[in-house]
């Protein structure tokens, strides 16, 4: 049973900083795409960001230049930092693996950014 597991959100200012972190139990980890999406209240869940196993990032638009993802394949953990946030970046953020047809999904943390 593979279990993701996300930490790392919390209340934070306007233009501040937050680094959010996803433990992932699959054995072969470097062969998943890992990927942070999030879902803002009343709206659908979008993604954020995405790394393939070979380190290959993608990113939408409003976040590209401030949020960053990696991935520690020895550590079978994924990592957004998020800088400069807007509090239109308040969401639930969750961490998705994907693999051949496979779809894991964590129960997500909340980031609000708020003053």
């Known amino acids: 049973q593979v279990q993701l597991v996300e930490s790392g959100g919390g209340l934070v200012q306007p233009g501040g900083s937050l680094r959010l972190s996803c433990a992932a139990s699959m054995i072969i980890f470097r062969v998943y795409t890992m990927g942070w999406y999030r879902q803002a209240p009343g709206k659908q869940r979008e993604l954020v960001a995405s790394v393939t196993g070979g380190g290959s990032t993608n990113y939408v638009d409003p976040v590209k230049g401030r949020f960053t993802i990696s991935r520690d394949n020895a550590r079978n953990t994924v990592h957004l930092q998020m800088n400069s946030l807007k509090p239109e970046d308040t969401a639930v953020y969750y961490c998705?693996?994907?693999?051949?047809?496979?779809?894991?999904w964590g129960k997500g943390t909340l980031v609000t950014v708020s003053s």
């Open positions: 998705n693996a994907y693999y051949n047809g496979a779809d894991y």
